[in-house]
């Protein structure tokens, strides 16, 4: 039944087909003579209609896998990077720390040396000096300070104004704790030119290591690691004391670093950095002496030189204690500026300067700190230890010492080694030392 209905249905079409083709002088002939060249042409015709739809889906399915791909890979992308911050995130920091203790100068008169002298049965024996502050300066990774004298064995040993110690000074300073000295300072030229090289040679011979002079260039810079952490040291000088004039400094040598040339500073400090140095110290010798407050030449070189890239100024030459500063560079860090710490050890004192301020100093305790996962690093804290330098006497002569003060007040362990008298001037320079430290500059 069904394939009589077909036929039919086909013949129909077969005639209109043909009546339209006799209508149309135009068209083409149509070539459909029979009922099977239609059912052929149809079957064609589905056939070739099922593929062009079988290749629009294919097509349409190499899209979406194409695109699935892309999305995988960037959501594989952005799950690695999140699992990655995850992780640091959940990473403890790793915190190194570098314990760093900065003194002022340290002198030796003529009354310290004979003093050495007696001691040591004729040789040299200035441990007495330090018998009270030897611990303090121990307890540090790093203690430094300014050797504002020189060690020249071929000239005689002597005080103000050409200072010369013997070699055992040095070797003192090591044995109760000081890793580095600094040698440029307005008297690193007082036995000449031999002197600045032999000092340099003692100070090696000590154990000791030096910066602001040198042999050769590549020692302009001191680099020290310490825990992870890598400091680097600079000492520059405004002069040195002329021969026949004191005040008037002399010509320029090639073996001290001087201030005079801020292009090769800010060069040095950078320098510093590209070596691997997480923080960069300057001790600058410069200012006026006796001056509580720094010049104005003081206070816009130190910013300058954090601005150029250090992190710690300690300044020294006025033999009193000038103020201490936080000073925020033009990159975002802080740095600290003390623009002097005064006398670590001298035999200038109120007696024989007619000025208390020669008899106390400042020494400065600074924690650093660097996280070795993000790489940040920081001052992490400051804390100032007043000194006070008394003299003893006794069958060796007078005997100078530093006293840190917090150890002869109330509650320290050497409270009952002084007398009332000695631990009234211990006060004064305990309070009169803070105060000038935490005095704001302009």
Not at 345 to 362: A, C, G, T
């Amino acid at each position: 039944m069904k394939k009589k209905y077909l036929l039919i249905f086909l013949s129909l079409i077969m005639a209109l087909g043909l009546g339209a083709c006799s209508n149309n002088k135009d068209s083409k002939e149509i070539t459909i003579k029979t009922v099977t060249d239609l059912i052929t042409r149809l079957d064609n015709y589905q056939k070739v209609k099922e593929e062009e739809k079988r290749l629009a889906e294919e097509e349409k399915k190499q899209k979406t896998s194409k695109k699935s791909i892309q999305e995988i890979e960037k959501e594989e992308i952005e799950a690695k990077a999140k699992k990655e911050l995850e992780e640091r995130a959940k990473k403890k920091p790793v915190i190194k720390k570098a314990k760093l203790k900065a003194f002022g100068d340290i002198m030796a008169h003529i009354a310290q040396i004979q003093y050495a002298h007696n001691k040591g049965g004729g040789e040299y024996d200035f441990s007495d000096q330090f018998t009270y502050i030897k611990d303090f300066v121990k307890n540090a990774d790093i203690s430094i300070g300014n050797f504002e004298t020189t060690s020249n064995p071929n000239l005689p040993y002597a005080g103000f104004p050409r200072f010369n110690v013997p070699e055992s000074y040095l070797k003192n300073l090591k044995d109760i704790g000081f890793d580095i000295v600094t040698t440029a300072n307005n008297h690193s030229m007082d036995t000449e030119l031999e002197g600045v090289m032999t000092t340099m040679d003692a100070v090696k011979k000590a154990g000791l290591d030096y910066v602001g002079s040198f042999k050769n260039k590549s020692e302009r810079i001191l680099l020290k690691e310490v825990n992870g952490i890598k400091i680097a040291f600079l000492a520059y000088t405004y002069g040195c004391n002329g021969r026949e004039n004191l005040i008037v400094p002399r010509e320029e040598v090639e073996n001290l670093c001087y201030l005079s040339n801020e292009e090769e500073i800010k060069k040095d400090i950078s320098m510093a950095k590209a070596q691997g140095a997480d923080f960069v110290v300057v001790y600058p010798h410069w200012g006026i002496e006796y001056q509580s407050m720094p010049n104005e030449a003081q206070t816009s070189l130190g910013r300058k030189m954090i601005d150029w890239g250090a992190d710690l100024v300690i300044g020294n030459h006025p033999h009193v204690v000038e103020p201490v500063e936080l000073y925020q560079a033009s990159d975002g860090r802080e740095g600290l500026i003390a623009y002097a710490l005064g006398n670590f050890i001298s035999y200038q004192n109120y007696e024989n300067n007619k000025d208390i301020r020669v008899e106390q100093s400042l020494a400065l305790e600074i924690d650093l700190e660097k996280d070795l996962n993000s790489g940040k690093k920081k001052i992490a804290d400051v804390t100032f230890h007043p000194i006070w330098v008394g003299s003893y006497y006794n069958e060796y002569g007078i005997d100078v010492k530093n006293h840190l003060t917090e150890d002869f007040l109330e509650g320290g362990k050497y409270f009952d080694l002084v007398n009332e008298s000695q631990r009234a001037r211990i006060k004064k320079a305990n309070d009169m030392t803070l105060k000038i430290a935490n005095t704001g500059v302009q």
